[in-house]
């Protein structure tokens, strides 16, 4: 199948009014191969028919999902970006746990965004089970959301490769997973801690649903979005966060030409932003 130009684009802007990712002309083989997928099962030859298809007759959205699910790049594994999850674990996380002392409130939220597999949400569950922190675990929420539901049912799982686990110290994948012939199952134990829900980041009524986070974790994801969707998310996000609450984006991802809101803090020889909170400090 070859696809025009002019096909790419109104492909595109479906899937960007929808999910908010946005993605450029280079991307157009990407895009090829995976409608393909979907035309096929579908039996269409033709885009303009298709795009038809799911502007006017997708009524539940099912094809639309089906589409997403192909659409999105879901690269991630275990302890990604070890210094941000050591900065969180060593200052920020103490940080905000003073804080709540302080106030008599003892429940802390996380939230990992666009969790994809799962890696990251059970890798921050690994982290709170090994902390010293003393937490109470009927206190302590972790959310993990993400807008492809195939992938979610694979985080639900929690069976893993090697190559997602090729990070995992050596003690932590010998605590945590139980080897099943060249995968690993993780342990209940921590799968117990995450709860796994669908949602797209662009759906603003659903976004109003998620409150009283002190800690968003959304990493590689701003990297799929174009400016004006990184805007809304962000101001989303800042009514999602408790004051003095923190948000974590890649290392390839920073907020400064985006949002003004939030405070610009070192934490652990990293730059991190922070809602701002009750006690302002630097
Ligand atoms: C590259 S993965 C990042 C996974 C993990 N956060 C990490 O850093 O390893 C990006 C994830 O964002 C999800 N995503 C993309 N657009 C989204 C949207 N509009 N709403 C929710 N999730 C989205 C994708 O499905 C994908 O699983």
Not at 238 to 261: K, M, Q
Request: aromatic letters at 12%; hydrophobic letters at 35%; glycine letters at 6%.
């Amino acid at each position: 199948m070859k696809l025009s130009v002019e096909d790419f684009i109104k492909l595109r802007n479906i899937i960007y009014d929808r999910a908010g990712i946005f993605f450029e002309t280079k991307k157009l083989y990407f895009i090829t191969k995976r409608l393909q997928t979907r035309m096929k099962a579908l039996s269409y030859n033709d885009v303009d028919k298709y795009c038809n298809y799911l502007i006017f007759k997708d009524k539940f959205g099912s094809e639309m999902q089906q589409l997403l699910n192909l659409m999105t790049t879901n690269e991630t594994y275990f302890f990604r970006e070890d210094d941000q999850l050591k900065a969180f674990m060593q200052h920020s996380l103490p940080e905000v746990l003073d804080q709540k002392r302080i106030t008599n409130n003892r429940h802390l939220k996380i939230w990992s965004a666009g969790c994809s597999s799962g890696e990251e949400p059970y890798t921050l569950g690994i982290l709170l089970q090994e902390s010293k922190l003393n937490l109470n675990p009927h206190r302590l929420e972790i959310v993990a959301t993400d807008i492809n539901t195939q992938i979610l049912d694979k985080a639900g799982k929690g069976v893993y490769d090697s190559r997602s686990v090729r990070l995992v110290p050596p003690h932590i994948l010998a605590q945590y997973f139980n080897p099943i012939g060249d995968r690993f199952q993780l342990s209940s134990q921590v799968k117990e801690m995450v709860q796994f829900q669908h949602l797209n980041l662009m759906d603003t009524f659903k976004m109003r649903l998620m409150r009283g986070f002190d800690f968003i974790f959304c990493r590689n994801v701003f990297i799929y979005f174009d400016q004006t969707s990184r805007k809304s998310t962000l101001a989303n996000f800042y009514d999602c966060l408790n004051p003095g609450g923190f948000i974590y984006l890649g290392h390839s991802e920073s907020i400064t030409r985006i949002s003004s809101a939030f405070n610009i803090k070192r934490r652990g020889g990293l730059i991190v932003h922070q809602k701002p909170g009750m006690k302002e400090d630097v």
